[in-house]
Structures are given as C-alpha cells and as structure tokens.
C-alpha cells in the first residue's frame, strides 16, 4: 500500500500516523520526491482501513499495491534510484559503460585491458574472477587471485570494479569489490541475494535465463528487504527458440523496467549475441533505448581468451563504438533538453 501524502504535512499528523503504522507492525519507506512525500507500507496491510487514512487532514490518497514486489517497485518511489559507486553514478541521467574481459586471465591482461578502456571512457572495469561455465572442464577463473588483480586494476587506472559473486561462502573476498555481480544462473539464489541484502555493497543482478520481469524484480526485492537498495538490473539476453544468437536480446526491458520500478537498468549485448559483430548494434540499440548502461566485454587478444573470446571486442573496437555510443548518448539528452 502506498499512502501519498499532501505537500508539506504537519509534522506532528505525519509523525502519530506513522507511530500508528507501526504499532500495526506495519514497515514505512518514506520516499522523498520533488513536490511529494510517499510512505510505502510494506506488512499485512489487509487490515489497514484505506477509507480512515484517505480521510486525514494530510494525506492526498491511498492505494494498494497489487504487484508483490515493493521496495522495488516505482509505485513506492517515483523517483529514479541514483547509485555512487566511486566518484561515478549509475541512473540518473549518467551512461554507466562497465567493460573488460570475461575472465581475468594474468595480471599485464587486466592491467592492459582497464588502460585501454578507460582511455576510450569506459566507466567501470568488469572481469571474471569466479566464472559459472556450462562446462566443468572450462576455464573456472583466477578465484580469489582474480580479485586482487583487478584491485590492482583499479589502483592504476581509478576505475572501480565489477565482478561475480558465485556463492555465499566467497562474500568476505568480496569486500572490496565495488559492484557486486550476481549472474543469470544465480538470479534465484535466494541465500546469496539475502546476504547480498545485509552487506553495503552494490548489486548488480543479471536476468535469469527464462526469467519474467516479476520473478527478476523479485529477486531485487530479496536483496530490498534485507536492507540494501543500491540494486542494479542487468539485461543479457533470455533463452529464445533462435539459436543462430547465443541468446535473445530484449530490448522491452528497458521501457518496461523503467515503468515498473525505480531501479537502474544496464544492457549487456556480449552475453545477449555471443557475436562480437552484433554488439555495436545492439549497444546503440540500447543507449537509443533509454538504458542507464552498458556492460561490454574487452579482451587485448580475443582469438585466445581463456572465455566468451567469440564474443569479446578488442580495445580498438571498443573505443570505436564507445565514441558512438557517448555522442548518441549526448545527443539524446540534447534533444530532452
Ligand atoms: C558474465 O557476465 O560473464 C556472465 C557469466 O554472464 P551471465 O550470468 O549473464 O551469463
Ligand atoms: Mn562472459
């Protein structure tokens, strides 16, 4: 339920109202918008009568929410949620652009990969350290070892880093990762998004393989409703019939997610096409779209990546589309302007 209340309650209404809420054992997230305050009501509120709240001298209306997902949904917070990581933002209005290689591989990879990026504007630095491959016999990651290489990254080059969580057990190695990545097969890791939920980092949570938008922002409200709503959606592609693409992009996320809830929306076309090819177009598809950011995977030698080599871009390729997507970025905004 939400209860809208009108511009500038009286303080003393506002604060009996809410210690009533309470007394229900009712949970109150007070979203503060431009011209009005929002108190999203997250308990049993069947028992709430809506026709009693409607009636306060402060209050302009009452809904219920139908949809079960709360602290993610827009309903409850209007306003777009702006994530600092670092002395850069995700949503709200900046182009997050997340590149580097599928895996961390050695350390002169990494370290020549965060240089090349960042010198073609690239934001973050993304690298596997943990990797889920569909085949045991796969390169797995560095583990642990990758992580520090790409805190060594980010000591050269400023960029913070992105990287995957896998299990529960690996948090603490996490610390000091600055977004934390859960992947597609681990969208519905409800242990892990819990955990997720009571640590202060980011997270970025990729979209199942064969996952709706509900079950995907339900996930996001696992880590919601423990305690943590810095939650990035990332988009990479659903299982399709096509098989000619590694996956399906879907582009309807965008307008979609950004209706739904409040919560920044990032396109990954690397994992959506498997093709390197296929990312330039869907990269601009995407910024044309209206996504808050990009993730693109980068590789200093593609033809031997120890992973997702097929569909990596080199740094040459990667600062050519880069430059298109920022000037198609800032001609967007000037026509929103
Ligand atoms: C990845 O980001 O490298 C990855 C494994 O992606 P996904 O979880 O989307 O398959
Ligand atoms: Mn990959």
Not at 300 to 326: E, R, T, V, W, Y
């Amino acid at each position: 339920m939400i209860v809208i209340l009108k511009p500038n309650p009286n303080p003393d209404q506002l604060e009996s109202l809410k210690n009533w809420l309470l007394g229900k054992g009712i949970q109150i997230h007070t979203s503060l918008g431009t011209s009005q305050m929002i108190l999203g009501l997250v308990g049993d509120t069947s028992t709430l009568d809506i026709d009693l709240i409607n009636a306060l001298d402060i209050v302009e209306d009452v809904k219920r929410v139908q949809e079960p997902y709360k602290n993610a949904n827009r309903k409850f917070h209007p306003e777009d949620t702006v994530i600092q990581v670092g002395n850069t933002q995700v949503g709200g209005g900046t182009l997050t652009i997340m590149a580097g290689p599928c895996s961390v591989e050695t350390e002169e990879q990494i370290i020549e990969v965060a240089k090349a990026v960042k010198a073609s504007g690239a934001t973050m630095l993304r690298g596997g350290a943990f990797k889920p491959r569909t085949s045991p016999y796969s390169f797995q990651g560095l583990g642990a070892q990758g992580l520090e290489l790409l805190k060594l990254a980010r000591a050269e080059t400023g960029l913070p880093i992105v990287s995957e969580i896998m299990d529960t057990s690996q948090i603490k190695l996490f610390e000091d990762v600055d977004v934390i990545q859960v992947g597609a097969r681990n969208m519905q890791n409800f242990n892990l998004l819990k955990l997720l939920g009571s640590q202060p980092k980011p997270v970025m949570i990729k979209r199942g393989l064969s996952s709706t938008y509900e079950e995907w922002l339900m996930s996001a409200e696992y880590v919601m409703a423990s305690g943590n709503e810095q939650v990035i959606l990332c988009e990479r592609g659903i299982r399709t019939f096509e098989t000619y693409t590694r996956n399906t992009l879907d582009l309807s996320a965008i307008p979609v997610l950004r209706h739904l809830t409040h919560l920044p929306v990032i396109i990954d076309p690397s994992h959506a096409t498997g093709k390197y090819a296929l990312v330039a177009p869907l990269a601009l598809g995407a910024v044309a779209t209206g996504c808050d950011g990009l993730l693109i995977e980068v590789h200093n030698d593609p033809a031997h990546a120890l992973s997702d080599g097929p569909q990596s871009l080199n740094p040459q390729a990667f600062d050519q589309l880069n430059k298109k997507i920022l000037s198609l970025h800032a001609f967007l905004k000037e026509q929103e302007a």
